[in-house]
């Protein structure tokens, strides 16, 4: 089992660009929702996709925006890029059993110049 | 609203027990422990539900207090392995909705 995996594992934008992140769920998990993790800082929620729908959504601006697909892999989306979207972006897949907790990818550190 | 993780670090030598505290000013669902290694993707430890009991394993444990919005994680005897940032994620009232992490507590085990 794979585990959760993310592209690229490393980005350098500039400000006002755009850029897309992708994810492929763990095997057998449906639900994607992706954080922003600064630095020292927990995770931020940023959404969550369930059947190809935005399910949730946190306190982030229209410039993040998302998909899933079919095959529940999910990329997430940033226009306009600002010196402050530099962050890590966690992916986290999780099935119907919320017992289980979530389980995180590698992440994907983006650096905005 | 962010839950407030205390203390904000930690250092223990191997065999020593500790707490990490975990309190929130809303009324809780559930609370969910994370580790997360330096460079790496937090790894899911334990959730606690309201109303649930207390959960553990090995020589982890973890505890949820509704009433006073509280849950505390033990940490006993503890491995140069239990190093890392533990974070709480907490979910607010009927469930169902996104987890609000807090700051985190570093914590280092010394030989």
Not at chain 1, 24 to 43: I, M, R
Not at chain 1, 88 to 102: D, F, H, I, Q
Request: with cysteine.
């Amino acid at each position: 089992d794979a585990g959760v995996t993310q592209s690229p594992t490393h980005l350098i934008k500039t400000r006002g660009q755009q850029v897309t992140l992708r994810c492929s769920p763990k095997s057998g998990h449906d639900t994607v929702s992706w954080y922003q993790q600064a630095l020292g800082q927990g995770p931020q929620f940023i959404f969550q996709y369930y059947e190809e729908e935005e399910r949730q959504r946190g306190n982030f601006p229209d410039r993040f925006s998302g998909h899933q697909f079919p095959n529940y892999s999910s990329e997430l989306n940033v226009n306009a890029l600002l010196l402050g979207d530099s962050a890590l972006y966690l992916c986290a897949s999780s099935s119907g059993t919320a017992l289980a907790g979530e389980f995180f990818g590698p992440g994907t550190r983006l650096t905005v110049l | 609203q962010q839950p407030v993780q205390s203390p904000q670090a930690v250092i223990l030598r191997e065999g020593e027990d500790a707490v990490i505290n975990c309190s929130s000013s809303k009324a809780l669902y559930s609370v969910h422990w994370y580790r997360q290694k330096h460079g790496e993707a937090p790894v899911f430890l334990m959730i606690l539900l309201k109303g649930g009991e207390q959960k553990g394993h090995e020589k982890i444990s973890a505890s949820f207090n509704e009433k006073k919005q509280q849950s505390s994680l033990y940490l006993t005897a503890s491995q140069l392995s239990y190093s890392g940032t533990y974070f709480c994620g907490t979910e607010g009232g009927a469930g169902n909705t996104p987890l609000v992490f807090g700051k985190g507590t570093r914590l280092s085990v010394i030989a």
